[in-house]
């Protein structure tokens, strides 16, 4: 098999668990913050 | 002094309570021979299998074990009921450690007896051994299962979690046990296993007791 | 302002390493392309096993002193640690198997890594089973530092549980790295280093923003 198959396979496992993670974290920031302005 | 007789009267409870009903020994060495028995008979029984098996299967045990205890302290309000005497945590820590020991070593004295039964292991003079290899890992493993329980007492689901935390924390001692008790049926060389259990030994109980009065006291 | 800084400068080392492990590396002479796995595989072990170290520091630190923003830190530590030590067997595995032959070798690393996983996703759990949020938050401390503190025993019984009984595993270790492979991987640790404080700076800020509803 072309070893960039696993190559691209590795980095895609990597993008998605570290973006999927920040993505997330940053995600539940906006809801905190805009929550906390509306209590504010 | 004081404290050595707290600690002392501590773990008597513990193996008064124990003694009188069996309610942790008896299920968690029936399940210990019933995991002997079974992987005797997927893997075969040669001799030199008993050390892995006989391990395997008392952490297994060993997790029940602890696990029964802590459920018992939580069901019945022990350690809330502990707390309100005077005296150190750290105390505590000692009694339940103690009995945790003694209750480990039966376990291992029944289980080994299984396994010279079953796998037809041949003791010879590599006894004082097994007798210090069984010592130091039941010090260390009741460590860090008097530690592990004082943080399930009363925490919902915290019997699932026990094994997932106490199998990889005890990781170093299964494969001291098994390299030392292998070391000993064949008059071997331990190698620096003995320096891995004091190792472990060393680090648990002194981390353990401030760990567990900081847990209970919060 | 400092966090739009850390935010720009590690977007910005994530993307110079990027460009470094996919573009400019030259394939290994042994390994060929396979070798640009390497800049995913090991910076994202040593990123895990600093986010463990945090994990059992701000733990630590929270048992003795008992303020809640150790315990933010600790929170996002444990998270950052089963994330990072996952994307190393992860991509261990996706490593392995092309040049090694197998997902999977007995390697002490791999077997250290695994434990480090299993033992912080009991961590991360453990935080939730408690209905006391303060007790829940004393686990997982606890947690946190004997997870930890353990793990050199572990590495160590295990490299002796296998070498000494018979051939060491394969792995990377006999091959020197040349300058053109190095560069790479340096900036690329860097990367993730970076990666890994500004992910514990936001989940921290999330965890004490949430504490505080």
Same mark, same amino acid.
């Given at each position: ?18 973006? @999927? ?11 905190? &913050?805009?929550?906390? &302005?509306? &209590? @504010? | ?13 513990? *193996?008064?309570?124990?003694?009188? =009903? ?5 299920? =968690?060495? =029936?399940?210990? %021979?019933?995991?002997? *028995? ?31 205890? +802590? ?8 350690? !809330?009921?502990?707390? *309100?005497?005077?005296?150190?945590? !750290? ?15 039966? %376990? ?24 210090? +290899? ?34 990889? +924390? ?10 030392? +008790?292998?070391?000993?049926?064949? =008059? ?28 209970? !006291?919060? | ?20 492990? #996919? ?17 995913? $595989? ?112 572990? $590495? ?7 070498? #000494? $009984? ?15 492979? #190095? ?31």
């Amino acid at each position: 098999m072309n070893p960039w198959v696993w190559v691209v396979a590795a980095y895609a496992c990597a993008a998605l668990v570290l973006g @999927g993670y920040a993505l997330w974290v940053r995600r539940r920031l906006r809801e905190a &913050e805009a929550s906390q &302005e509306v &209590e @504010g | 002094m004081r404290a050595l007789r707290r600690v002392w009267t501590l773990a008597a409870k513990d *193996l008064r309570v124990e003694g009188r =009903s069996l309610e942790a020994l008896v299920p =968690s060495g =029936s399940f210990g %021979l019933l995991v002997v *028995l079974v992987l005797g008979l997927t893997q075969g029984t040669e001799p030199d299998r008993a050390p892995a098996v006989l391990w395997v299967a008392l952490a297994l045990a060993a997790v029940l074990l602890v696990e029964r205890t +802590t459920e018992r302290e939580g069901e019945e309000g022990t350690l !809330e009921a502990l707390l *309100l005497y005077p005296g150190s945590r !750290e105390d505590l820590f000692w009694g339940r450690w103690l009995a945790l020991v003694v209750l480990l070593l039966a %376990l291992g004295l029944v289980m080994g007896a299984a396994q010279v039964v079953l796998f037809g292991v041949r003791l010879g003079l590599g006894w004082p051994q097994l007798v210090a +290899t069984g010592l130091l890992a039941a010090c260390g493993l009741a460590a860090v299962g008097v530690l592990l329980s004082a943080l399930m007492v009363n925490v919902r689901g915290g019997h699932l979690l026990m094994p997932l935390l106490l199998l990889p +924390t005890g990781l170093p001692v299964l494969l001291a046990g098994i390299r030392l +008790t292998e070391a000993a049926l064949t =008059s071997g060389a331990p190698g620096p296993w003995i320096g891995v259990l004091v190792v472990f030994d060393a680090l648990f109980l002194l981390v353990g007791p401030p760990l567990f009065a900081a847990v209970v !006291e919060g | 302002m400092l966090r739009a800084f850390l935010g720009g400068a590690t977007a910005g080392l994530v993307l110079l390493g990027l460009a470094l492990a #996919l573009w400019w590396s030259p394939p290994d002479a042994y390994q060929g392309q396979y070798v640009r796995i390497m800049y995913v $595989h090991v910076p994202s072990a040593l990123a895990a096993y600093v986010a463990a170290a945090v994990t059992c520091a701000s733990g630590a630190l929270y048992l003795w002193r008992r303020q809640l923003r150790y315990d933010h830190v600790a929170q996002a530590g444990a998270e950052l640690t089963v994330l990072f030590s996952g994307l190393t067997l992860l991509s261990g595995m996706l490593w392995g198997r092309p040049v090694w032959g197998v997902w999977w070798a007995w390697d002490a690393r791999l077997v250290t890594t695994a434990v480090l996983f299993l033992l912080y996703v009991g961590c991360v759990l453990v935080r939730g089973l408690s209905d006391d949020p303060e007790r829940g938050r004393s686990l997982a401390s606890v947690v946190g530092v004997v997870g930890f503190l353990d793990v050199p025993l572990v $590495h160590y019984s295990v490299v002796w549980f296998r070498t #000494l $009984h018979q051939p060491p595993s394969i792995g990377p270790s006999g091959v020197t790295i040349a300058p053109a492979l #190095l560069v790479p991987l340096l900036v690329n640790s860097l990367a993730y280093l970076a990666l890994v404080g500004y992910l514990l700076v936001e989940r921290a800020r999330l965890a004490r923003l949430e504490a505080a509803q």
